[in-house]
């Protein structure tokens, strides 16, 4: 999906909000001390997790295969040590093989339709990032889309969609406010599936975290029986 349209750029930054509490402060707190490092952010979207981990990080690069997005973060934002460069999660060339001490890559998974390009994504991942680096990434949590209603959102399934059909689309309807919804074409990747892609390219599962509101996130916040996301927090090996 392109994030041209003003209308959806702006509804996005309520996400933006959300992401904080479920993911990005959740990943903030899983890499620990970033003195010194070195952070790739793939397909960066708005730019904000990729700023926020500019705070404390030696460098960040944002990639996006959206123009759209990368235009904005680089009208948006103004760090000496951070940069924002279009893109694709399968094709990062512009970077040399271990240069980055850190890859995150947040809800990029649900825009891919195609597992031979989640191999390619992940390989190119394994490339970029050192020895021993750290690999996060997130995707919608399988228990949230199987969940089909609450809160906030709901799953509309095509006939023949199954778990087990790694890619398969489905629609997430996501109320952004009261009067403004946005359907969204997002595909599913198993369990299984994102086990064996990662053992194939040398990626070690360290971590996963269920997404949950903490106590002290806003009231506005629908607090859902089940974890809308779930970030694979890995090691390259
Ligand atoms: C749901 S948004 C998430 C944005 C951001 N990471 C965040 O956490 O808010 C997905 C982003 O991935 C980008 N994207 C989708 N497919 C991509 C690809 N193959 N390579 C690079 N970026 C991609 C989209 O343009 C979009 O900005």
């Known amino acids: 999906m392109e994030y041209e349209d003003k209308d959806l750029l702006d509804l996005y930054a309520v996400k933006d909000e959300e992401h904080r509490y479920t993911m990005f402060d959740p990943i903030r707190g899983y890499l620990g001390d970033l003195d010194g490092k070195a952070i790739l952010d793939i397909g960066c979207g708005s730019g904000a997790l990729a700023n926020e981990l500019s705070k404390s990080a030696a460098r960040v690069v944002g990639v996006d295969s959206s123009e759209g997005w990368i235009r904005r973060c680089t009208n948006t934002y103004d760090r000496e040590n951070l940069s924002f460069i279009g893109a694709r999660a399968d094709d990062l060339g512009v970077f040399a093989d271990g240069f980055f001490d850190i890859v995150v890559m947040n809800m990029v998974m649900p825009n891919i339709y195609d597992s031979a390009e989640v191999g390619r994504i992940f390989k190119e991942i394994r490339r970029v990032v050192r020895k021993s680096g750290d690999v996060v990434f997130s995707d919608l949590h399988p228990v949230c889309i199987m969940a089909g209603h609450e809160g906030n959102r709901r799953q509309v399934f095509p006939d023949g969609f199954s778990y087990f059909k790694d890619g398969a689309r489905f629609t997430a309807i996501v109320k952004v406010r009261d009067d403004k919804e946005i359907a969204f074409s997002?595909?599913?990747?198993?369990?299984?599936?994102?086990?064996?892609?990662?053992?194939?390219?040398?990626?070690?599962?360290?971590?996963?975290?269920?997404?949950?509101?903490?106590?002290?996130?806003?009231?506005?916040?629908?607090?859902?029986?089940?974890?809308?996301?779930?970030?694979?927090?890995?090691?390259?090996?």
Not at 211 to 237: M, T, V
């Open 186 to 237: 997002d595909s599913h990747w198993s369990l299984g599936f994102y086990s064996d892609v990662l053992r194939e390219n040398d990626i070690r599962i360290m971590k996963i975290i269920e997404s949950k509101y903490p106590e002290n996130a806003p009231e506005k916040f629908f607090r859902y029986s089940f974890p809308e996301y779930i970030i694979f927090c890995c090691r390259a090996a």
